[in-house]
């Protein structure tokens, strides 16, 4: 009822002993606390990965296409898994599901996800590596044009998570994005961090891959090339795969405990604290995490510009942080060799504006079908 002597409102309370008692609040503090039930159910609302009330055949959609484009990305220069996630709309659930393993939490929908996502990728991997391999080296534009589609079809995705846009996720998506850039740029000039290593570096090596494995818009090897380690990482591989076909135990000893292992420890570490850390940011800081997501996956289009060409490597020049030499540049692969920019004709233009619109469908219809697919699950359960 509402008291005109004191401007308020009171409302009478009855508890468990029959007793009654009167609380009473200003106009004021009726709005604040109105506000505060708002937020704390807006809360709520965002689905977790475990929660019953999201539909399982949309999230296996889901998965399952964020799993295969994360294996296609895995064999494209300069393309994150991580991207591809975050772009299917699967990103934070698949963030959930790591974290909860290295945490030794198993739960069905965490485990649901990480199946979905790890079959899917090796699928995609084992069944299209060839021809993706073929397609990126001989039509770069295209395949390019491709993915800066299938990634650009993700931001309403995302959008859709963190709406409405508040200024911690701008000022966060604006300082992903710039990142990003610096990033692109020391790509495209083949910046590196020179061939010195130890144990040390090649334990920061392993937490740097781990953390290109979760994050989007980060490319693992180009990380491993700026630490310096992509070259001493590769040769230790060579040499342990050399020493088993071999069967020369001994020689297998010294890069496995010098190479692999420190590699090997930073990716655990790296994988369970990137992982948490995220899921905690994701939980407590929903917004400005989820701006940031939006800004690594504008500012990974950069690195992707289509109309860029590979050329044959020239002495001296330094490819994968090795010097090209008369010796050696037989070794280097064509998907490795540098790139330079051209300028397209008006064929190419118009139909790489198509090819994005297509990725770009792709990745929205498929997100639609996942949402059909939660809607008609929850139907059926009413």
């Avoid at 708002?38 to 399952?64: C, M, R, Y």
């Avoid at 590699?263 to 790296?270: M, P, Q, S």
């Avoid at 994968?320 to 008369?326: A, N």
């Avoid at 504006?353 to 359960?381: K, L, M, P, W, Y």
Wanted: hydrophobic share 50%; net charge neutral; with cysteine.
């Amino acid at each position: 009822m509402y008291d005109r002597r004191t401007n308020a409102s009171v409302i009478r309370l009855v508890d468990r002993s029959g007793d009654r008692h009167n609380a009473e609040w200003n106009n004021e503090t009726l709005t604040i606390s109105l506000e505060s039930l708002n937020k704390e159910l807006s809360n709520d609302s965002q689905p977790s990965i475990n929660d019953p009330a999201e539909p399982l055949a949309g999230l296996v959609t889901k998965s399952v296409f964020g799993g295969i484009l994360m294996g296609l990305a895995n064999l494209v220069p300069g393309i994150s898994g991580g991207t591809m996630l975050l772009a299917a709309g699967v990103y934070p659930k698949f963030v959930d599901g790591v974290a909860e393993v290295t945490t030794f939490r198993f739960r069905f929908r965490s485990l649901v996800v990480l199946g979905c996502v790890g079959v899917a990728a090796a699928l995609g991997i084992l069944m299209f590596a060839g021809l993706l391999k073929t397609l990126v080296v001989e039509q770069r534009w295209v395949m390019y044009s491709l993915f800066i589609g299938l990634t650009l079809g993700g931001l309403p995705v995302v959008y859709k998570l963190v709406k409405p846009l508040d200024g911690s996720a701008i000022i966060s998506a604006i300082v992903a994005f710039a990142a990003m850039v610096i990033f692109a740029w020391l790509q495209f000039t083949n910046a590196d961090g020179g061939g010195q290593t130890n144990w040390l570096l090649l334990l920061v090596a392993g937490l740097g891959g781990a953390s290109a494995m979760i994050l989007p818009g980060l490319s693992g090897g180009y990380i491993l090339l700026l630490l310096g380690q992509y070259v001493p990482i590769l040769d230790g591989v060579d040499e342990f795969k050399t020493a088993l076909s071999n069967r020369d135990v001994s020689a297998a000893i010294e890069p496995a405990l010098h190479v692999m292992l420190p590699v090997g420890i930073g990716v655990v570490i790296g994988v369970m604290a990137i992982s948490n850390l995220l899921k905690w940011l994701l939980k407590n800081h929903r917004k400005s995490t989820l701006g940031f997501l939006i800004g690594l996956l504008l500012g990974s289009v950069i690195g992707l510009f289509p109309f860029q060409q590979s050329y044959q490597p020239k002495f001296g020049q330094k490819v994968k942080g090795r010097i090209v030499t008369p010796e050696n540049i037989h070794e280097i692969e064509q998907d490795d060799w540098p790139t330079n920019v051209f300028a397209p004709d008006g064929f190419q233009v118009v139909a790489s504006i198509g090819i994005v619109a297509v990725g770009f469908g792709i990745t929205v219809g498929v997100a639609r079908i996942g949402g059909r697919s939660d809607n008609n699950d929850e139907q059926s359960e009413h």
